[in-house]
């Protein structure tokens, strides 16, 4: 049996961990403001399908909190701190406004659907910037664009006309 001499280090190489950090960052915050915007849409929607939309709005955060998770646990294992803090979120999320108190389960929808593409901008640049630089990286903002794009068709059909 022979020893394992395990070389302690916080990223093979600091021009990847800074290109994950500052492309990741934006996913990380848009996400986690998606996650507080989808609560308070989920606890004020009004309207005949209310459970329906209840119901998936909870399901949109649920993912939008793995997202915000997996994306900052990447920046993290390279070796970097991610600024996710409520004060922080508030001041550099690029998601829209969503109105205060209850709403029409129709306006609710089109703002979360305006939400999720804010939310893709972020994700794109992410897939777009990290291409040439980290594949692994690169590969976390992919899957978590396939999962966005699928959770705005569910919301999208609720208001879509045909
Ligand atoms: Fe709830």
Do not use: C, Y
Request: charged fraction near 20%; proline fraction near 4%; charge should be negative.
């Amino acid at each position: 049996m022979s020893d394992v001499v395990t070389t302690i280090k916080s990223s093979s190489n600091p021009d990847v961990a800074a290109a994950a950090a500052q492309f990741l960052s934006q996913v990380v915050i848009d996400s986690q403001a998606l996650v507080l915007n989808g609560k308070q849409a989920h606890w004020h929607v009004r309207g005949a399908n209310f459970i329906a939309v209840h119901e998936l709005i909870d399901e949109i955060v649920e993912h939008a909190e793995d997202h915000a998770d997996t994306a900052a646990e990447r920046v993290v294992a390279l070796g970097l701190p991610i600024d996710a803090r409520v004060g922080t979120v508030a001041a550099k999320t690029t998601l829209p406004e969503l109105p205060a108190g209850f709403q029409p389960a129709e306006v609710m929808v089109a703002v979360l659907v305006a939400s999720i593409d804010a939310l893709l901008v972020s994700v794109n640049k992410a897939i777009t910037e990290l291409g040439a630089i980290d594949a692994p990286s690169q590969d976390v903002a992919i899957q978590i664009a396939r999962s966005l794009e699928k959770d705005r068709w569910f919301l999208f059909a609720h208001i879509a006309t045909v």
